[in-house]
């Protein structure tokens, strides 16, 4: 019996051993084999999802804008507002049987985002969502997470209040134009790991935390979610976003919060209000690998009950242009973690407080570090006190072509973002 055990127990030793041995090889291996995860390095993003030269981007986009306002100046647009976005669909009153025209219409860093340009359409007739892993058919649950690109539209007007989080599959646009759509009252909109998605034309508001549950993400697999923080819309480790005409207010934590290596993100002519942590670019000042995060955000209205973050940023490159930021309680951009804040044309009224005049905060940070952050602003209009203190070095040869070309005079922003947020879109009529 006592040789038994003795035997026993050497058998146990030696498969703890053994255990102890490869595990400790498999995580030699990932450390020393990056190949295993290429996702998961920040050679693989920086190649594959960021662009090298982030101002020859903000550069584009300026150029883009004196075209659109030289054509409407030439009166090639009957309709046109100097906003290239706009100006490249709405003036078609035919727009709804060319919805497919507006991924071509993107600009900046998620210009590229096709969304589902490129497969069905997808007609959402039940606002239900009562089964967060078996959707119905019919629902926008059942649309998002199907496993080839889809362009999403509505039947009709409808409000839907999601028990769980909307967690996208990629190549997706839902496109709300045309029926009054309000995701509100519940879980939101989720974009994880994914690529290509375009959110045009939605009410996002009154948005809750929700989890602890399960929760489907394609046709054949879903997984149990923790605990979600209420965003409007979350953008997590994934590229080729672009979030244009859409009205958000009031939700739990972000309007718009990108975190996590996401990319290509492009924030345009939405429409945002009352809510405290409006737009959250970074995930934490030791996510070292945010720097490959590259986001525009143009022609957005910042208004009423506003109080911070419009953004707040961490390490990556953020353009802001042409936007009408008419109201902020404590700050209107922030940052940390040196981001470079590229500011053109942007229109700055500053709150009655005298001691929140200041468009800039840099976060929890001493001003011997700061200094050199690139954050520069270009045309900028500061009203009522309103004052953006720029730090860092010159600017790269590529940003003063963008400078020396010119956003839009920040005294016609109210013009290009006089129609910011969702919009009412009729067939046959200009939208």
Not at 181 to 188: E, M, R, S, W, Y
Not at 339 to 360: C, D, L, M, Y
Not at 391 to 400: C, E, H, I, L, N
């Amino acid at each position: 019996m006592a040789v038994s055990l003795r035997c026993l127990s050497l058998c146990m030793f030696t498969v703890l051993l053994f255990v102890t041995v490869v595990m400790a090889h498999v995580e030699v291996e990932k450390k020393e084999n990056p190949d295993l995860r290429p996702e998961e390095t920040e050679e693989y993003w920086t190649h594959e999802h960021a662009v090298s030269d982030p101002d020859e981007v903000a550069s584009q986009v300026v150029m883009t804008i004196r075209n659109s306002t030289e054509r409407r100046n030439l009166g090639y647009f009957s309709c046109g507002t100097g906003n290239p976005i706009d100006d490249c669909w709405r003036c078609d009153k035919s727009w709804h049987k060319n919805r497919k025209r507006l991924a071509d219409c993107g600009i900046g860093f998620g210009r590229n985002a096709i969304g589902g340009r490129d497969g069905r359409y997808y007609v959402v007739t039940d606002p239900s969502d009562h089964d967060a892993v078996n959707p119905r058919p019919g629902t926008l649950r059942h649309a998002v997470i199907q496993d080839r690109p889809l362009w999403i539209v509505f039947k009709r007007d409808m409000v839907i209040t999601l028990k769980q989080e909307l967690i996208m599959n990629s190549f997706k646009t839902i496109d709300g134009r045309g029926a009054n759509v309000h995701i509100a009252n519940g879980a939101c909109i989720t974009i994880q790991y994914i690529t290509n998605v375009i959110i045009h034309g939605l009410h996002i508001h009154d948005c809750k935390p929700t989890g602890n549950a399960l929760v489907r993400n394609s046709p054949s697999h879903y997984g149990f979610r923790s605990m979600a923080d209420g965003d409007g819309i979350s953008i997590f480790g994934s590229s080729h976003i672009w979030v244009d005409h859409n009205s958000l207010s009031n939700c739990a934590d972000g309007l718009v919060d990108a975190v996590m290596a996401s990319t290509a993100i492009t924030v345009s002519n939405n429409y945002f209000t009352h809510h405290n942590e409006v737009m959250l670019l970074g995930h934490a000042d030791s996510y070292s690998r945010d720097k490959v995060m590259q986001v525009t955000i143009a022609f957005n209205h910042f208004g009423e009950g506003l109080m911070q973050r419009m953004p707040r940023c961490r390490h990556g490159y953020f353009h802001v242009v042409n936007n009408d930021y008419t109201h902020w309680e404590m700050y209107a951009i922030g940052g940390s973690a040196d981001p470079t804040i590229n500011s053109q044309g942007n229109r700055f009224i500053a709150p009655a407080n005298p001691f929140a005049k200041e468009v800039t905060k840099r976060v929890e940070t001493a001003s011997g570090r700061w200094r050199h952050w690139n954050w520069r602003s270009e045309g900028d209009l500061l009203l009522n006190g309103a004052f953006f203190t720029p730090s860092g070095k010159g600017a790269s040869a590529s940003y003063a072509r963008a400078s020396s070309l010119g956003a839009k005079s920040s005294s016609m922003v109210a013009t290009i973002t006089s129609g910011a947020g969702a919009l009412n879109c009729r067939r046959s009529t200009q939208c």
